[in-house]
């Protein structure tokens, strides 16, 4: 599987970001460590991994939390090796009510106009983990789930938001 993954990392100075070579990553804590070395003291780091226009990963770093996950879909964990390390740890849904079932991504009338991509597509992790960034959980959720986006079309859609689109692009050659 291919795969893109762009760290984003915010200092004093603003945010900057590197594209982060996950070969040969064997579990989470080398992948936090990775994101590390992008910038050792930033405040917010957060990874967006991509993988054959189908699987998004965004995981987060804050001075001295532990790392926060949020996958568009726990089959990426199925699919491939890279998708195992990131997400095949993540048994918790996207969202959740209190009787422990899943909750919508937003309105029913939002859902209607807006139909899942893949309506299979399950969630998995912390969707709330930008939420402080100006994308709450249910718009990440509604972004995952739109028709016709695909993980960059989200990545983009994100760093637009947060600030940090240009360093994204520039990653990409846009």
Not at 40 to 54: K, M, Y
Not at 80 to 93: E, Q, T, Y
Not at 129 to 145: E, F, K, M, N, T
Request: with cysteine; aromatic share 4%; net charge negative.
């Amino acid at each position: 599987m291919a795969y893109f993954a762009a760290a984003v990392v915010r200092d004093a100075t603003g945010w900057t970001a590197a594209e982060l070579d996950l070969a040969g990553v064997v579990d989470l804590d080398e992948v936090a460590d990775r994101l590390r070395d992008v910038e050792p003291d930033a405040g917010t780091s957060l990874l967006f991994v991509e993988s054959d226009d189908i699987y998004l990963v965004v995981m987060r770093l804050d001075d001295g939390e532990d790392l926060r996950v949020f996958a568009s879909d726990s089959a990426f964990a199925e699919e491939s090796r890279l998708g195992a390390v990131l997400v095949g740890d993540i048994k918790v849904p996207a969202v959740e009510t209190e009787d422990g079932s899943r909750r919508g991504t937003g309105t029913d009338e939002d859902d209607n106009e807006r139909p899942a991509a893949d309506p299979d597509a399950d969630p998995v992790g912390d969707a709330d983990l930008l939420a402080d960034l100006g994308i709450p959980s249910s718009r990440l959720l509604r972004l995952c789930a739109h028709e016709g986006m695909l993980p960059a079309d989200v990545i983009a859609e994100i760093c637009q938001v947060i600030g940090c689109a240009d360093e994204v692009e520039d990653l990409r050659g846009v």
